[in-house]
């Protein structure tokens, strides 16, 4: 016997919790709702743990004084949250039919349903895409200021980007580092006027017009590190060489929300929707969480505070519901 399109070892049961996406807002919600008795089943996705899989010292996430490695605070994430009856599957969701009160997705062409969704899915930073730059990921390139500006205090750093994002961070690395250099492909910055004249005003910020990262270079041995870039000009392509100890590249970031954006409703660059002081979308029993939501903050302590409140709401969610 089969359950239409459904092999019998592989038929449908009802989740009370689905979780899609993993990363400190997934396993977060994972923790909460597991604990809360509901069993949670979430898709750890193609990325599992999320952005600080790819960092290397996280030094700014409560409870860790003396820092600790991105993927390893990750596994300590995924193992609190198994402990209290979360399943984590290494699987990717294809799509998702959240057209009506019982929710579907679908995962190595499986069909999951569940009475609650919460999305957690995350945000891929945009990179220049150079091999080197995935070499040198978390020793020396990033794409977050915020999280490692800290790492080079008294360095040399280079800002690649010319929107607001890469003004914030140009300003922002300037408080920890001696020289930014700002890297941008025009003759004219893209970003705000008042973030633009806050950047040219700083005596810290060297531009370069016209320009772009050509290879990131540096050292593999005795440790991996960042020693430079080869700049080419967008004009004539001549090349230079340009000294320095890390690269932040501020091109913007993607919400991983493509599968969701014909049911849930997204910002003009695709970030879901969430009403005030809460997780809840536009649809009743979807929740999002993380940086899928969120444009402005993105830290792993921030997506951790949400992936909390996404758990309360849909276990309220289901109380309402009498399940």
């Known amino acids: 016997?089969?359950?239409?399109?459904?092999?019998?070892?592989?038929?449908?049961?009802?989740?009370?919790?689905?979780?899609?996406?993993?990363?400190?807002?997934?396993?977060?919600?994972?923790?909460?709702a597991g604990r809360a008795g509901l069993e949670p089943l979430l898709f750890a996705g193609p990325e599992p743990g999320g952005q600080l899989m790819i960092t290397t010292d996280v030094e700014n996430y409560p409870g860790f004084p003396d820092g600790i490695m991105g993927p390893d605070v990750m596994d300590?994430?995924?193992?609190?949250?198994?402990?209290?009856?979360?399943?984590?599957?290494?699987?990717?969701?294809?799509?998702?039919?959240?057209?009506?009160?019982?929710?579907?997705?679908?995962?190595?062409?499986?069909?999951?349903?569940?009475?609650?969704?919460?999305?957690?899915?995350?945000?891929s930073a945009k990179w220049i895409g150079l091999e080197s730059e995935v070499t040198f990921g978390g020793y020396g390139v990033s794409a977050c200021a915020t999280c490692d500006g800290f790492f080079f205090r008294g360095k040399t750093v280079a800002v690649v980007g010319g929107g607001d994002t890469a003004m914030e961070e140009a300003n922002y690395l300037t408080r920890h580092a001696d020289k930014v250099y700002l890297i941008h492909r025009r003759d004219q910055f893209r970003a705000s006027k008042i973030m633009?004249?806050?950047?040219?005003?700083?005596?810290?910020?060297?531009?370069?017009?016209?320009?772009?990262?050509?290879?990131i270079t540096g050292e593999m041995e005795?440790?991996?590190?960042?020693?430079?870039?080869?700049?080419?000009?967008?004009?004539?392509?001549?090349?230079?060489?340009?000294?320095?100890?890390?690269?932040?590249?501020?091109?913007?970031?993607?919400?991983?929300?493509?599968?969701?954006?014909?049911?849930?409703?997204?910002?003009?660059?695709?970030?879901?929707?969430?009403?005030?002081?809460?997780?809840?979308?536009?649809v009743s029993g979807v929740f999002a969480c993380g940086d899928v939501t969120d444009h402005k903050y993105?830290?792993?302590?921030?997506?951790?505070?949400?992936?909390?409140?996404?758990?309360?709401?849909?276990?309220?969610?289901?109380?309402?519901?009498?399940?």
């Open 298 to 323: 993105r830290q792993a302590i921030t997506a951790a505070g949400s992936g909390c409140m996404a758990a309360i709401d849909a276990e309220r969610h289901l109380e309402s519901l009498g399940a």
């Open 76 to 123: 300590l994430f995924r193992k609190q949250a198994e402990k209290f009856g979360a399943r984590i599957r290494q699987e990717t969701v294809e799509s998702a039919d959240l057209s009506s009160g019982t929710f579907s997705v679908m995962a190595n062409g499986v069909k999951h349903e569940s009475r609650t969704v919460i999305v957690s899915t995350g945000a």
């Open 196 to 215: 633009q004249e806050r950047v040219l005003a700083n005596p810290k910020v060297e531009v370069f017009w016209n320009s772009r990262i050509d290879e």
């Open 1 to 32: 016997m089969e359950i239409t399109g459904h092999p019998i070892d592989e038929r449908i049961n009802m989740e009370k919790v689905i979780i899609v996406g993993s990363g400190p807002a997934g396993y977060t919600a994972a923790l909460y």
């Open 222 to 282: 005795p440790r991996k590190k960042v020693t430079g870039v080869r700049l080419a000009s967008t004009i004539d392509d001549t090349k230079s060489d340009l000294p320095l100890d890390g690269v932040f590249v501020a091109i913007g970031h993607h919400p991983n929300s493509d599968i969701f954006k014909n049911s849930l409703e997204t910002d003009e660059n695709g970030y879901i929707k969430v009403k005030p002081f809460s997780t809840e979308t536009n």
